[in-house]
């Protein structure tokens, strides 16, 4: 059972007391200092960076520099890796697909995704395989989050997954994993969407190729993201998106392109957001993410106990609670997933309901729709309680009599 | 206000319209697959007339009771008045001005004028509408 209360760090709580949110894996409320610090930036030292030879410029161009720092040892990354700043995830996703991918798969090797993975993995590696004929494969997982098979094979130049998945909650083993794609050469892109301010990250105890992440789930502003990757990788990659900033020199013929990272960062850069993001990863900090994971271990468990004393609920994911990520997807018997999101919302608890940006997994699953309640460091013993209650009241106006 | 009245969780319940209907002149089928809905309505025309409709399939509350209280409406209806209540539900969900005459066409069907706030539920309260207007459309 945990107590904490940290919502006094939300200014939303101020405009929204009564709210009960737990849609935290969609997108993170953000802390004061976020606010006040990206506000701060704009009023400050707002500037275009490495473009100018004057002050504000300067000064733009070092928060810039230094959010890649800090995003690598917040990460445990060393000196053999690199951030590219994306405007979030997706674009991060679609980068290395373009890039990475393109470039080093050819008709007939194999690309191994698994089964949980989002749309913004999927797609772009749909894309890919098309374009060379290369295989695209899946790694399957049952309700529980359990693999059902292990489609690696010496044919695999790509393994994709996400760290931790937002339609089952589970927390993939990425050591073993990682490890079982380099034993057969393949390269794994990591997708730590829902990793990354949630559990201890420590790149020293992996060898992490690539890992991608969006600021907004970590407390940080929207549109503001990246890829973590070794350098190695990234200095053999073609450039992705081109134009200004990304350049070393042009011609009327030709370009030849700035190093890595910069090659991967066309056009004026979103400095503010490296600001608030660096500004979460002090607020992550301030805590540590030891306290934050236990107390969302907390909330995750004291809401599993609640929901499995219901008869009527069905809950997905690993039963093994230290594989459980900060969210729980489930179904109510006898009402679709979407009634129960409108009715909770009648009651001012914001949960999720639909497929979750993983149609392949719900297909898989024979699932049409799923519920999920997911949360951060903010939410309280208390909202789980509201939470169970609301979907106690939407059985009640669906007519049922429940005893419990 | 709750969207979830007690007519919309009756015609939810009581199925009176989602039947088989043997001699159907028309089957349209309509599906969400954002949420899984997945409704087919099925309607009898005799000289311009909608004589029987009934639908089957799945899905939500919404989606479900709003093509009930769509077939409780337009039965016996000519197919040109049909249209005109089609046309004004759709326009009503979308926040779109209605005449008052035509807002009492709607009867029942007024409840659902609370989804012009509810974005994410607008395609579950207009999935059968679309499968009616789908059906007139190809006349
Ligand atoms: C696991 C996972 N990967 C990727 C994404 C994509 O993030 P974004 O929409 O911020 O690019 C999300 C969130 O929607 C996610 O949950």
Redesign the pocket.
Same mark, same amino acid.
């Given at each position: 059972m945990t107590t904490m209360n940290h919502k006094g760090d939300f200014p939303i709580y101020e405009t929204h007391p009564g709210m009960v949110y737990l849609d935290h894996?969609? /997108?993170s409320h953000k802390p004061d200092i976020v606010t006040r610090r990206t506000e701060s930036y704009y009023k400050t030292s707002n500037s275009s960076p490495h473009r100018g030879a004057y002050l504000l410029s300067v000064k733009s161009t070092e928060l810039y520099d230094r959010g890649r720092k800090e995003v690598l040892d917040f990460l445990g990354a060393d000196e053999r890796y690199s951030t590219v700043f994306t405007? +979030?995830? /997706?674009? !991060?996703?679609n980068l290395i697909a373009q890039t990475h991918v393109m470039e080093n798969v050819k008709a007939g090797d194999e690309i191994c995704v698994s089964i949980d993975? =989002?749309?913004?993995?999927i797609v772009p590696l749909q894309l890919v395989a098309k374009r060379k004929g290369a295989i695209l494969k899946y790694l399957y997982l049952d309700r529980t989050g359990t693999f059902e098979n292990d489609a690696i094979t010496a044919k695999t130049k790509i393994l994709a997954l996400?760290?931790?998945? +937002?339609g089952l909650g589970k927390i993939h083993d990425v050591k073993a994993l990682l490890k079982r794609a380099h034993d057969v050469g393949a390269v794994v892109i990591l997708?730590g !969407?829902?990793a990354i301010g949630h559990i201890p990250i420590d790149f020293a105890e992996l060898d992490v190729d690539f890992f991608?992440f969006?600021g =907004?789930?970590m407390y940080a502003p929207?549109g503001i993201?990246g890829l973590v990757a070794k350098k190695e990788l990234l200095e053999a990659m073609p450039p992705f998106l081109t134009g200004g900033d990304m350049i070393e020199y042009v011609t009327e013929q030709t370009t030849t392109y700035a190093g890595v990272p910069e090659r991967f960062e066309a056009g004026t850069q979103n400095v503010a957001g490296v600001v608030g993001l660096m500004a979460a990863i002090d607020y992550i900090k301030s805590y540590g993410l030891t306290k934050i994971h236990e107390h969302e271990m907390a909330l995750t468990s004291y809401a599993l106990e609640k929901l499995k004393a219901l008869p009527f609920i069905e809950i997905y994911g690993p039963e093994d609670i230290s594989k459980r990520g900060a969210l729980i997807t489930f179904n109510v018997e006898g009402i679709h997933p979407h009634d129960v999101a409108s009715l909770l919302d009648e009651k001012w608890v914001s949960i999720r309901a639909g497929h =979750?940006?993983t149609q392949p997994l719900m297909k898989h699953l024979e699932l049409s729709a799923s519920c999920r309640v997911s949360y951060g460091f903010y939410n309280t013993i208390e909202d789980i309680d509201k939470f169970v209650d609301a979907v106690k009241y939407a059985r009640e106006v669906f007519g049922y009599v429940d005893v419990y | 206000m709750s969207m979830y009245t007690e007519t919309i969780m009756w015609h939810n319940q009581s199925g009176h319209n989602k039947r088989p209907l043997e001699g159907a002149t028309h089957v349209e089928r309509g599906n969400n697959p954002n949420c899984g809905d997945d409704l087919s309505l099925e309607v009898t025309l005799e000289n311009g007339v909608i004589k029987d409709a009934a639908f089957s399939g799945s899905g939500c509350a919404i989606s479900q009771a709003s093509i009930s209280i769509m077939i409780d409406l337009i039965k016996d209806k000519a197919v040109m008045d049909a249209k005109k209540i089609c046309d004004a539900y759709l326009s009503m969900v979308k926040g779109e001005s209605v005449s008052e005459e035509m807002v009492d066409a709607l009867e029942d069907a007024q409840i659902f004028e609370g989804l012009s706030k509810m974005p994410a539920r607008v395609k579950c309260g207009t999935l059968g509408w679309h499968c009616l207007k789908t059906v007139i459309n190809q006349l």
């Open positions: 894996a969609a /997108t405007k +979030n995830a /997706t674009e !991060a996703l993975a =989002h749309h913004s993995v996400p760290w931790i998945s +937002n997708d !969407a829902q991608t969006s =907004h789930k929207q993201g =979750h940006c | -």
